[in-house]
């Protein structure tokens, strides 16, 4: 009688296991569907996610849903939404509205995601939907403004300027020429690249002059800005007007009236000693990233240094590391962050499986404290494979800390 009760137990219990399985097997799914909204200069706009069941149901259906950040921030981007969805007996989709805030400020393109959980009578297919906030605004326009210096000033200094405020990283290139002011006798040349980092929207240029000790008329140079990437060039040129404050000699005294003695002839000053030569830029020809090449691809990050700037003048040097970009896209994960020293950089070891390697590119500058500077840029390499020590530079641009 034990062992057929035990049985008829065994079997029982197979068979609501069964039972629930068949029910859960003939349960329909959920999925959500991806929204985009183009975003308007003011107010909100409304991206509609649609949530639908595969299969009507003869019980109501419950699912929680909820917004989650991605390169788009609530409150700033959107508006944070969630909720429960109530599907009646043999209703089969519902739409959750999300508030997008429209703004004038000139960014990429953005990303927030609409989740769901916690279903009740349904299973999850698809619990994601991706909202894109597609970007409207125009590019900021970049310009440079003219200047005026005494010549004994030894430094003219050029303020580059944005329109406004942008969501992006601008640069532009830049670089000085000869009007009736002539390098290296009257002002320093130099050329090099501006980055306005998001948020920024002023920068500096400054030029060294030289005080050659003649009386002249004033003159003038000129600093030309060129290749801009997320501005437009409003102003594109600015002059800088050297002003001479060299005193002219005094007259020679008037010759001594007829019969007088003539004065004592007074010695003349000591010579004074020679000005000091302008200070000359540092050289970056001879910079190196260390390492500059990073193996094997385990997804972590690796500390980079730069290192090999001279200066002709001996002058102690400080780097800046203004932007690093790689050629494959930042998807998940950013392929950079700040480093604890000024010419460092944590990069992370990482590729796409199917390429040829990735490559991020650098951009740095060495100053040498007397308002002169040296660029460039520095290549680290991830390659696709242990047979193939490098990586092929696809030409792609996409911002590593992710921005």
């Not at 990429?108 to 597609?134: C, K, Q």
Request: charged share 20%.
């Amino acid at each position: 009688m034990i062992v057929r009760a035990r049985l008829a137990f065994a079997a029982a219990a197979l068979f609501l296991v069964l039972a629930a399985a068949s029910a859960a097997a003939d349960s329909p799914s959920l999925a959500v569907s991806d929204a985009t909204v183009t975003e308007g200069d003011s107010g909100t706009k409304n991206a509609l996610f649609t949530v639908s069941l595969s299969a009507a149901s003869a019980d109501p259906v419950t699912v929680d849903y909820a917004t989650t950040d991605g390169s788009a921030k609530a409150p700033g981007d959107y508006a944070a939404t969630t909720g429960t969805l109530t599907f009646a007996a043999g209703e089969l989709s519902k739409q959750v509205a999300v508030a997008v805030v429209g703004e004038t400020l000139d960014e990429l393109h953005e990303t927030y995601s609409l989740d769901l959980s916690n279903p009740v009578g349904a299973t999850l297919g698809d619990p994601r939907g991706t909202g894109a906030i597609l970007d409207n605004d125009p590019q900021v326009s970049l310009s440079v403004d003219d200047v005026s210096a005494p010549e004994g000033s030894q430094t003219a200094a050029f303020t580059l300027s944005l329109s406004r405020e942008s969501g992006k990283i601008v640069t532009v290139a830049y670089a000085t020429g000869d009007g009736s002011a002539a390098a290296p006798g009257d002002y320093a040349s130099r050329s090099g690249t501006i980055i306005f980092m998001p948020g920024e929207t002023s920068k500096t240029v400054s030029l060294a002059l030289v005080n050659d000790g003649l009386v002249e008329p004033d003159e003038t140079f000129t600093l030309a800005l060129s290749g801009a990437f997320s501005a437009t060039l409003s102003d594109g040129q600015g002059v800088a007007t050297i002003v001479d404050d060299d005193a002219a000699p005094p007259p020679p005294p008037p010759p001594p009236p007829p019969g007088d003695e003539e004065p004592p002839v007074s010695e003349p000053p000591a010579d004074e000693p020679p000005a000091d030569p302008p200070n000359t830029a540092p050289d970056c020809s001879g910079v190196q990233p260390n390492p500059n090449r990073l193996w094997s691809p385990n997804h972590k990050f690796r500390l980079v240094s730069l290192a090999g700037a001279s200066d002709p003048d001996g002058d102690a040097l400080s780097y800046e590391i203004r932007s690093v970009t790689q050629d494959e896209p930042v998807l998940r994960r950013v392929g950079a962050r700040g480093g604890e020293r000024s010419n460092q950089v944590w990069l992370r070891a990482e590729r796409l499986g199917k390429g040829d390697g990735r490559v991020y590119r650098i951009e740095y500058l060495a100053r040498d404290g007397h308002g002169n500077a040296c660029d460039g840029t520095a290549k680290v390499v991830v390659p696709h494979d242990r047979a193939h020590p490098g990586a092929l530079d696809s030409g792609g641009s996409f911002d590593s800390f992710g921005f």
